[in-house]
């Protein structure tokens, strides 16, 4: 007699190959739960963190878009305007949206009384590289606060930062320290609009500005260490610090 073939003989191998495969999948599931739980959340606040950082590296506004108006109540009523106050006179002042959402997390200038970003009037706010090719965030504002006591570090009262970007890796830094030693803010009927880089120099930038009807041009570049940045006030009724 011939035995008969059993049908369901090869069958024991594929179940321990899917019964193995299903294993796999479980162990794998089981370490990404893991990893998201321990993880998920601060990569996700990398993540966010860094997208709002783009925006801020990326970020420009028209040329005749006025940033800071010292004299215009008018403005107050457009959209993405706030008001600040230097004595009894209302300030229209615009802050960069990027900046809106990321300002209280970048680091802020100095120690103690330091200044923080997004605080202010958004001057300027772009990506800038310095001759080695570095890049930094650079933001300019300003906030109309009387000149009590000697803190401007620049003409005009003006706020700088420098950051060095954060990456998956490192978080944001300020490399540059508050080091005042000014008193010079001209509250007088100033209108600012918004800064524009220079297309052709990638560590410089403009400004220009309105005193009583009279035009200036402030002139900006990331140093060459790239740990700060010079200030000229190229013409105009302000002048640099002697």
Same mark, same amino acid.
């Given at each position: 007699?011939?035995?008969? *073939?059993?049908?369901?003989?090869?069958?024991?191998?594929?179940?321990?190959?899917?019964?193995?495969?299903?294993?796999?999948?479980?162990?794998?599931? %089981?370490?990404?739960?893991?990893?998201?739980?321990? @993880?998920?959340?601060?990569? @996700?606040?990398?993540? #966010? /963190? =860094?997208?709002?950082?783009?925006?801020? =590296?990326? @970020?420009?506004?028209?040329?005749?878009?006025?940033?800071?108006?010292?004299?215009?109540?008018?403005? =107050? #009523?457009?959209?993405?305007?706030?008001?600040?106050?230097?004595?009894?006179?209302? %300030?229209?002042?615009? &802050?960069?949206? *990027?900046?809106? !959402?990321?300002?209280?997390?970048?680091?802020?200038?100095?120690?103690?009384?330091?200044?923080?970003?997004?605080?202010?009037?958004?001057?300027?706010?772009?990506?800038?590289?310095?001759?080695?090719?570095?890049?930094?965030?650079? =933001?300019?504002?300003?906030?109309?606060?009387?000149?009590?006591?000697?803190?401007?570090?620049?003409?005009?009262?003006?706020?700088?930062?420098?950051?060095? *970007?954060?990456?998956?890796?490192?978080? +944001?830094? +300020?490399?540059?320290?508050?080091?005042?030693?000014?008193?010079?803010?001209?509250?007088?009927?100033?209108?600012?609009?918004?800064?524009?880089?220079?297309?052709?120099?990638?560590?410089?930038?403009?400004?220009? @500005?309105? %005193? #009583?009807? !009279? +035009?200036?041009?402030?002139?900006?570049?990331?140093? #060459?260490?790239?740990?700060?940045? &010079?200030?000229?006030? !190229?013409?105009?009724?302000? !002048?640099? /610090?002697?």
């Amino acid at each position: 007699m011939t035995a008969a *073939p059993l049908d369901y003989a090869p069958g024991a191998p594929i179940r321990r190959r899917t019964r193995i495969r299903r294993l796999s999948l479980l162990i794998a599931l %089981v370490i990404a739960a893991i990893v998201c739980i321990r @993880y998920g959340p601060q990569t @996700y606040q990398q993540a #966010k /963190f =860094l997208y709002l950082q783009h925006q801020c =590296l990326a @970020y420009t506004a028209p040329v005749d878009q006025v940033v800071y108006d010292e004299n215009s109540p008018e403005r =107050l #009523k457009q959209p993405g305007y706030i008001a600040m106050r230097t004595a009894a006179t209302p %300030v229209a002042a615009y &802050i960069a949206p *990027p900046l809106q !959402k990321i300002g209280g997390v970048l680091p802020p200038i100095g120690t103690g009384a330091g200044r923080t970003a997004g605080s202010g009037a958004t001057l300027f706010l772009h990506e800038r590289r310095n001759a080695a090719g570095q890049s930094r965030l650079i =933001l300019v504002q300003r906030n109309p606060v009387p000149c009590l006591s000697p803190t401007f570090r620049y003409p005009m009262g003006l706020e700088v930062f420098v950051f060095d *970007p954060a990456t998956w890796q490192t978080a +944001s830094r +300020s490399l540059l320290d508050w080091r005042g030693g000014y008193c010079e803010n001209h509250t007088d009927d100033l209108r600012i609009f918004a800064g524009q880089i220079d297309a052709d120099d990638a560590s410089h930038f403009t400004i220009r @500005y309105e %005193v #009583k009807g !009279k +035009s200036g041009l402030i002139d900006g570049r990331l140093n #060459k260490t790239g740990d700060g940045v &010079i200030i000229d006030m !190229k013409s105009g009724p302000v !002048k640099n /610090f002697e």
